[in-house]
């Protein structure tokens, strides 16, 4: 096998390696125990209560689509702690019908998502610096760790 091509299969593990290690880490940080697990499917993430599991995507386009999502699924996990399971789900589900009810999306304009998503922008300023250099510093160092590995 080629240099290059080793290399960026190693660059695809690592990235799939970091995404589960990092989400681990803030699932923790959070004072969570909720499971992290990468799954293919067209959803960024998703909370499962039932099992207390947040589920990723293998890749994603950015850092910070990455953390969005993390921390969007850490707000699930912590209104379903806060609330119990069966209450969480409850309330999650009548606010998806009272959205629908109003000719609205019940997941886009469900008030419990909302929340996630407020959650998720104001949090990610604790971990990415916004700039577009940061952004472009963090990719670019990850890609020369890898091709300094192989090389």
Do not use: C
Not at 31 to 56: A, H, M
Not at 118 to 143: C, D, P, V
């Amino acid at each position: 096998m080629g240099k290059f091509k080793k290399m960026m299969e190693a660059s695809f593990l690592m990235e799939r390696i970091d995404y589960v290690e990092t989400a681990k880490q803030l699932v923790k940080k959070y004072k969570l125990k909720s499971k992290v697990k990468i799954t293919s499917g067209k959803n960024s993430g998703e909370y499962v209560p039932e099992t207390d599991t947040i589920t990723l995507r293998p890749s994603y386009s950015s850092t910070k689509e990455f953390y969005i999502t993390i921390l969007h699924e850490i707000q699930h996990a912590k209104d379903a702690y806060r609330l119990g399971v069966k209450t969480f789900m409850k309330k999650y589900t009548q606010a998806g019908t009272v959205a629908a009810y109003d000719g609205l999306d019940p997941h886009d304009d469900n008030k419990w998502e909302e929340k996630a998503e407020r959650f998720a922008e104001k949090e990610l300023k604790k971990y990415i610096w916004i700039t577009g250099f940061s952004l472009i510093y963090i990719s670019m160092l990850t890609s020369y760790l890898v091709f300094k590995k192989f090389w």
